[in-house]
């Protein structure tokens, strides 16, 4: 008998993977596990955070977050997690929903032809019979041509999708309430953070740009922190520095009214 429960698809060299063997076997098992959470409630990859957090904690994520520069395992999105790459490897709620439907009609199908059949015997077996009880008989067969066909086995666990709900990674411009997260903060413990995160929003309103839900605005900012240049002193801007340089070198002059400094000015 085929075994129809729900599957996470998993390929043979997965542990194997660059970006796998470097993680912990917490956090091994909690990409696997969060696999298997997406998979069974057909959100194709997202992961609420509190899920994410009561089940593996922020420093197991965190984890899962940085362990690849390009192409993390989770990529922080609004509200939680997104696993990456989880439709080229997993069944998604478009496909399992179209794979329902198919077998629905097919079994519908079926259902039309064994009634068909059923009356087709039917009209045989009248036509074979005295005709004292053609009469008879001719109301048994157009009681069971009226026979209702068979209902249609449907998964109860598949629930309708919510046309309302975007998916998390439709692309969007920045929203308006975006800021650095807290992986930001711990990943990149610079005095300009806010800085940048301010110089980055412009730049994206400027050119009118959009990415991939807010899990790609936060992939964008990691890069855009990545490639700028950290200031020279903490807490301390270029003009500021500047400007020390000069009050430095003045220190340095004698006063006006040094006799030296008149001499030479005669």
Not at 48 to 76: F, M, R, W, Y
Not at 182 to 195: E, K, T
Request: contains cysteine.
């Amino acid at each position: 008998m085929k075994d129809e429960r729900l599957y996470a698809k998993f390929t043979l060299d997965f542990p194997d993977h660059p970006k796998i063997l470097c993680l912990s076997n917490d956090a091994k098992w909690a990409l696997v596990e969060l696999t298997i959470y997406s998979r069974r409630h057909m959100t194709d990859g997202f992961i609420p955070k509190a899920v994410a957090l009561a089940k593996h904690g922020l420093d197991v994520c965190q984890e899962l977050v940085t362990n690849d520069v390009e192409n993390p395992s989770l990529i922080e999105a609004d509200n939680g997690f997104v696993i990456h790459d989880f439709a080229s490897h997993q069944s998604t709620r478009a496909e399992i929903e179209e794979l329902t439907s198919k077998r629905r009609r097919a079994g519908q199908k079926g259902g039309q032809a064994r009634a068909k059949a059923s009356a087709k015997q039917v009209l045989k077996q009248n036509a074979s019979k005295s005709n004292p009880e053609t009469e008879t008989e001719t109301e048994t067969k157009e009681e069971n041509t009226s026979c209702s066909l068979p209902a249609v086995l449907v998964d109860p666990s598949i629930e309708t999708p919510d046309p309302a709900i975007k998916h998390p990674r439709a692309p969007i411009p920045i929203p308006d309430d975006w800021a650095p997260s807290d992986i930001h903060r711990a990943r990149y413990p610079r005095p300009d953070l806010d800085d940048l995160a301010e110089g980055f929003r412009d730049h994206a309103v400027s050119v009118g740009r959009t990415c991939a839900g807010p899990a790609g605005w936060n992939a964008a900012f990691s890069t855009w922190v990545r490639k700028s240049r950290p200031p020279d002193t903490p807490g301390v801007g270029a003009a500021t520095t500047k400007a020390q340089g000069w009050l430095a070198l003045a220190e340095q002059l004698p006063p006006d009214d040094d006799p030296e400094q008149r001499e030479i000015t005669r």
